[in-house]
């Protein structure tokens, strides 16, 4: 057994800790999402956020300098799920444009459905323009743009297929994350009428795949 401390496993203890850091971490993102949606960013304060997540203020700034970096956070939380589901649906389909399919109505169904403050926060620009906000989203917007390219390049790839051009790739995949970015942006429509969710993402991403087969055929 090596007695170097740097090859050394970490301890039952240490681990432990580490998880509850990160339980108590989580806890406190859940608590600023639920209220930033419910009372809005600048009405919360982070004495709000401590009671709702049952911690100390003094706990909630130990994990964050100030509540714009809890905000950007909770984007980012946000972000993570969405590609998870998202990439989930993708991977689960028989097929490459089945799986950017699936994919997009994953996000009006465990989204839009059943988390509709997610994409409230995520797009409401009454939040706020600072500079660590826009750079969250920016980010964000980024990587779906990054993810879609791809799910389409696998399309390519997976079916012997070919594009009108080398840029109708990039261009599907900025045009597809813009629809779903004006779509979270009219949130409102979902808060008035929950059961048109399904329709509207039917009616979505059946405009974005015959889109991508417009601009696609099979190679000679």
Do not use: H
């Not at 826009?134 to 779906?144: D, E, G, S, T, Y």
């Not at 045009?175 to 929950?194: D, E, H, N, S, V």
């Amino acid at each position: 057994m090596s007695d170097d401390p740097m090859n050394s496993k970490p301890s039952a203890s240490a681990l432990r800790r580490e998880r509850e850091r990160e339980n108590r971490r989580q806890t406190i993102l859940n608590a600023a999402e639920t209220l930033f949606a419910r009372n809005g960013y600048r009405k919360t304060k982070i004495e709000d956020i401590a009671a709702g997540a049952e911690v100390s203020v003094g706990t909630v700034y130990g994990y964050f300098a100030n509540k714009e970096e809890l905000l950007v956070a909770v984007l980012d939380d946000i972000g993570l799920y969405i590609r998870k589901i998202a990439g989930k649906a993708f991977r689960e389909a028989s097929s490459t444009l089945e799986g950017i399919e699936r994919a997009g109505l994953a996000f009006f169904e465990e989204l839009c459905r059943l988390y509709p403050d997610k994409a409230l926060l995520l797009y409401d620009e009454a939040i706020g323009l600072s500079d660590q906000f826009i750079n969250a989203r920016r980010n964000f917007m980024l990587k779906m743009t990054a993810d879609v390219q791809g799910a389409i390049q696998e399309v390519k790839e997976g079916l012997g297929l070919k594009f009108s051009s080398d840029l109708s790739a990039e261009v599907v995949a900025v045009c597809t994350t813009a629809i779903f970015m004006w779509l979270g942006m009219y949130y409102k429509i979902w808060r008035r009428q929950p059961e048109d969710i399904r329709a509207i993402g039917r009616e979505t991403v059946a405009y974005i795949v015959g889109g991508i087969k417009n601009l696609i055929s099979v190679e000679e």
